[in-house]
């Protein structure tokens, strides 16, 4: 099926008589006959629903959908894009354990890595994307365990180089998370790229709307965990919680981690998306393809116009010819750079400021990616826990204002903005 088709009839073919949408499993627990059938779900030596903290399935239907769109082998929804990135990463990093990571990502995830998971015991070093090979070459240690990026990062808009960093990093073993929540699959599919692992804030532009919290993550099933045993023991050695189960000899190159994730973060830390976020999040995707195209599109009209403004200082839009990353948005984003773009005005930070006050048709608001235009200077809200240093390593200036482009009329959101600016 094609991206379009995927979006809309990816949970599967309904039997006769069922219903068509997924339906709501609202419910915490499930009944069975025999305690030993139960025991083999406990085992994962059989496959089935007991307790909705593990697993539940409208949850289990949404992420196939969403595995599908990626082009991956196995997928899994959590309670928030935040808890996304923390199973995704300590699925292979434990204490004792190094990440590398580049410096321009999402500022919760830059402190998840930074303080929370430095904490728990998780190295990390950051690099610049646009450093030479040699350098990031140098950043990776015999214990680092995963690479992370941001295909398109937030709110510094820089177009990872995915096929770059897929090289580099399985020079040295070692696979490739990066977040996707951007572009979301319709406009980039990071497994064709090299890239084994996604992660997606699915309150975003998967959902759409800014009605349900979520996160989702996505296995390619391509990076061979047996290639590097020594390096990931919890996937290739026994594990004593299961009483000695290998997940790459039960669930094989394509299942093991996503199981894994399942039978002891899930288990343990319990971070389950409620059934009827799920479903939700499975409304939002019907029209997922129809909106990022429209996102996009509105996006470079009002980048194009901003940059003409007098007022303007400068304005980062990936497909702007004048960006430095245009030419890698025309390889890995041909069909559009989502709606998410950031400008500073001659005024500076004070005139961010003042002008963001300014807006009636744009609101002031932490999120971004849905239907309704959003404006945020990220310095002052969702970076704000970074130091001067960190900011500008993570792209951000204080004068930054990041607009998210809704699906409102174009031509009244240049309105809006062009009556803000004049005043």
């Known amino acids: 099926m094609k991206q379009g088709t995927i979006c809309i009839q990816g949970c599967g073919r309904p039997k006769e008589g069922e219903p068509r949408q997924a339906p709501i499993v609202q419910s915490t627990t499930f009944r069975y006959d025999t305690s030993d059938a139960m025991g083999r779900l406990f085992n994962l030596e059989a496959s089935g629903y007991f307790y909705s903290r593990l697993c539940n399935p409208t949850n289990d239907t949404v992420a196939r959908k969403i595995t599908a769109l990626e082009g991956g082998t196995a997928g899994l929804l959590t309670s928030s894009g935040q808890a996304a990135i923390f199973y995704a990463l300590f699925n292979l990093a434990n204490a004792g354990d190094h990440i590398v990571a580049s410096s321009t990502i999402y500022g919760g995830a830059y402190n998840l890595i930074a303080t929370t ?29 995963v690479f992370y990026g941001e295909t398109l990062a937030n709110p510094a808009l820089v177009v990872l180089d995915l096929e770059r960093f897929a090289k580099i990093a399985h020079s040295h073993g070692v696979p490739v998370v990066v977040d996707n929540t951007f572009p979301t699959p319709i406009n980039c599919r990071p497994f064709e790229w090299g890239v084994d692992i996604s992660v997606h804030s699915t309150s975003k532009y998967l959902d759409g709307h800014a009605a349900a919290v979520g996160g989702a993550i996505v296995d390619s099933g391509n990076f061979d965990w047996n290639a590097h045993k020594d390096k990931f023991p919890g996937l290739t050695e026994p594990d004593p919680s299961y009483h000695g189960l290998v997940y790459t000899e039960r669930f094989g190159q394509g299942g093991a981690y996503i199981t894994k994730i399942v039978a002891q973060l899930m288990r343990d830390i319990g971070a389950q998306p409620g059934p009827l976020n799920s479903f939700i999040l499975n409304l939002g995707l019907e029209s997922l393809h ?24 400068w304005v980062n839009y990936p497909g702007l010819k004048s960006s430095k990353y245009y030419d890698l948005a025309q390889k890995y984003l041909p069909n559009g750079c989502s709606g998410v773009l950031t400008f500073g005005l001659k005024d500076g930070r004070d005139g961010a400021h003042a002008v963001m006050s300014k807006f009636q048709r744009i609101y002031i608001a932490t999120h971004v990616a849905d239907a309704q235009s ?34 409102e009329d174009t031509e009244d959101l240049i309105q809006d903005l062009e009556t803000a600016l004049a005043q």
């Not at 998971?117 to 365990?145: C, H, L, Y």
């Not at 129809?290 to 200082?313: D, M, N």
């Open 374 to 407: 959003s404006v945020l200077n990220p310095a002052n809200t969702t970076h704000r826990q970074l130091t001067d240093a960190e900011l500008l390593e993570a792209g951000v200036t204080p004068d930054m204002i990041r607009l998210s482009v809704g699906l």
């Open 117 to 145: 998971m430095k904490k728990m015991g998780v190295d990390v070093t950051f690099i610049e994307p646009d450093w030479s090979d040699d350098q990031i070459n140098a950043a990776f240690r015999p214990n680092t365990k």
């Open 290 to 313: 129809l909106r990022i195209k429209r996102h996009s599109e509105s996006a470079q009209t009002i980048a194009e116009w901003l940059e003409k403004h007098p007022r303007v200082a």
